[in-house]
């Protein structure tokens, strides 16, 4: 009894500690959040797409793949694709991971490849992770695509042309049964994107700038059938902050049904179908509540599949 005690008085510290963290880190206001990176919605699926950490964290090899369609109904608007592999190797101490994505936005399409490293230390009823990803992004330009007004428009040229930057990330995950934290710092070397540099009237130069990702959850056993998830998650790049709260209910270990809020002023309604132990299905709407942001909803699906490399150990599930 007094173990028990000690061990929810110690995630009650962490979660005191992990929330302070994140109030100080981010300040909660409408800001928006410039999409530097692709967006996920239900990022709390698949925590190795935000954190690379998360990377050998389950006994399990985990295959993700989701597609986004932000905007619907706007020409140009966002579409994005990620298939990422993660798995644990040597004697579960190592995790590796890859992860594909493919963002198209307007005249712009980049295409991410990443792999990633963590090595995972146990702690007496928890596990701490420290990760890194290594990469590169190609974007792909077609002003062609694009309609101006005027020639003098055109600052850019009307042709396609490719450019390519290079990307290092680092994670630390920390995980028990019933709670995680994470911080990811991401761009650490600053890329430079050069633009124009084929057939164009003016030449840019963008820039990958350093961003950092800071989240928190907790899951709430209510009964044998019934499970409470709540989180936090928190960006910031280049001046600008971005909050994401969300809450979900698990029945009988078999469906998600939750909710979230970004700081944009957006409300998402989420679902997960966990369809048997190996195969989920999940789907997130998301819908704009501010006036000060496009009226444009946007969907989401996701499919996850877990391979067996470890015997079964039996243990209590998991919620992330």
């Known amino acids: 009894m007094n173990r028990f005690l000690k061990l929810q008085t110690l995630n009650l510290k962490l979660g005191v500690c992990s929330l302070g963290l994140l109030i100080c880190f981010i300040n909660i206001n409408n800001t928006t959040f410039g999409q530097q990176d692709f967006v996920q919605t239900q990022y709390m699926f698949n925590l190795f797409s935000i954190n690379p ?51 198209k936005i307007g005249p712009r399409k980049v295409l991410g490849l990443h792999t990633s490293y963590a090595y995972h230390i146990k702690l007496s009823n928890a596990k701490i992770g420290f990760g890194l990803r290594a990469g590169a992004y190609q974007y792909s330009y077609d002003w062609s695509i694009l309609n101006y007004k005027t020639k003098q428009d055109a600052v850019i040229g009307v042709g396609k042309e490719n450019t390519m930057a290079l990307n290092f990330d680092f994670g630390v995950y920390y995980k028990s049964k019933l709670n995680y934290a994470g911080l990811e710092i991401a761009h650490l070397n600053q890329a430079k994107v050069y633009v124009g540099y084929n057939d164009s009237i003016t030449d840019f130069v963008a820039h990958l700038y350093p961003s950092a990702s800071l989240f928190y959850g907790h ?64 789907y997130s709407y998301d819908y704009p509540i501010s006036n000060t942001f496009l009226q444009k909803s946007s969907h989401e699906v996701f499919l996850g599949y877990n391979i067996s490399i470890f015997k079964d150990t039996g243990l209590s599930p998991r919620y992330f």
Do not use: C
Request: glycine letters at 8%; hydrophobic letters at 40%.
């Open 53 to 103: 950490a998360y990377a050998g964290s389950k006994n399990t090899m985990n295959v993700n793949l989701s597609h986004r369609s932000q905007w619907v109904g706007l020409e140009g608007a966002p579409q994005t694709q990620v298939l990422s592999i993660h798995s644990p190797i040597l004697q579960k101490k190592v995790g590796i991971g890859l992860q594909v994505s493919n963002d």
């Open 219 to 282: 899951a709430f056993e209510l009964n044998k059938n019934l499970v409470l998830k709540t989180s936090i998650l928190g960006r910031s790049v280049s001046g600008n902050y971005y909050l994401d709260l969300n809450t979900s209910v698990l029945f009988k270990q078999f469906i998600w049904l939750g909710a979230s809020y970004k700081s944009v002023g957006i409300l998402s309604l989420i679902t997960k179908i966990n369809a048997n132990k190996k195969l989920s299905i999940g």
